[in-house]
T-cell receptor, first 116, second 112 residues
Framework: EAGVAQSPRYKIIEKRQSVAFWCNPI?????LYWYQQILGQGPKLLIQ????????DSQLPKDRFSAERLKGVDSTLKIQPAKLEDSAVYLC??????????????FGPGTRLTVL | GQQLNQSPQSMFIQEGEDVSMNCTSS?????WLWYKQDPGEGPVLLIA?????ELTSNGRLTAQFGITRKDSFLNISASIPSDVGIYFC????????????FGSGTQLTVLP
């Protein structure tokens, strides 16, 4: 079974430039998450989708970050314009939406962003 | 936002030794999870705990959900070189739409 796919794996940009990351979740997983992981810290949730709807984006810096999941499958996270403090690994995860209290989140390998 | 205090921040142990790490929070969680992250990869789930007091094993790994629901620990017995990595605890608050809060991680190094 294919895992969560992310691209690119690495990206280096200058501050004030724009960047986009792509995620393709595991087939059949209705819930998709974007996390930001700063070096030396645990992942922090940015946004959660259920199909093509947003469940929670309370920690997404909406002045510069945006995300979409138009067809309820793959998703794009964009940063415009980037700041130095956006340097981090951006992780995408997906989970099957079932009746249990917790459905395992499967993580992709992440995109490492460096802002110069 | 919610915070999980994970300790220790890093550990250096000899191959074959046991290791223990823990997480505490001021909030009550209804699920505790332990993940391992290797360099260049996303976190992988090791153990999930759903009930206060629950003790669960996965091979050489054992984790417990604290009685107060505000803490959890992970033990690794007889460590081997492939145990090297960063271990994260994560908690899920009641009614949080399955969202996770992660600890800051424990970097484990196993010396031969």
């Amino acid at each position: 079974e294919a895992g969560v796919a992310q691209s690119p794996r690495y990206k280096i940009i200058e501050k004030r430039q724009s960047v986009a990351f792509w995620c393709n979740p595991i087939s059949g997983h209705a819930t998709l998450y974007w996390y930001q992981q700063i070096l030396g810290q645990g992942p922090k949730l940015l946004i959660q989708f259920q199909n093509n709807g947003v469940v929670d984006d309370s920690q997404l810096p909406k002045d510069r970050f945006s995300a979409e999941r138009l067809k309820g499958v793959d998703s794009t996270l964009k940063i415009q314009p980037a700041k130095l403090e956006d340097s981090a690994v951006y992780l995408c995860a997906s989970s099957f939406t079932g009746l249990s209290s917790y459905n395992e989140q499967f993580f992709g390998p992440g995109t490492r962003l460096t802002v110069l | 936002g919610q915070q999980l205090n994970q300790s220790p921040q890093s550990m250096f142990i000899q191959e074959g030794e046991d290791v223990s790490m823990n997480c505490t929070s001021s909030s009550i969680f209804n699920t505790w999870l332990w993940y391992k992250q290797d360099p260049g990869e996303g976190p992988v789930l090791l153990i999930a705990l759903y009930k206060a007091g629950e003790l669960t094993s996965n091979g050489r790994l054992t984790a417990q959900f604290g009685i107060t629901r505000k803490d959890s620990f992970l033990n690794i017995s007889a460590s081997i070189p492939s145990d090297v990595g960063i271990y994260f605890c994560a908690g899920q608050l009641a009614g949080s739409a399955r969202q996770l809060t992660f600890g800051s991680g424990t970097q484990l190094t196993v010396l031969p």
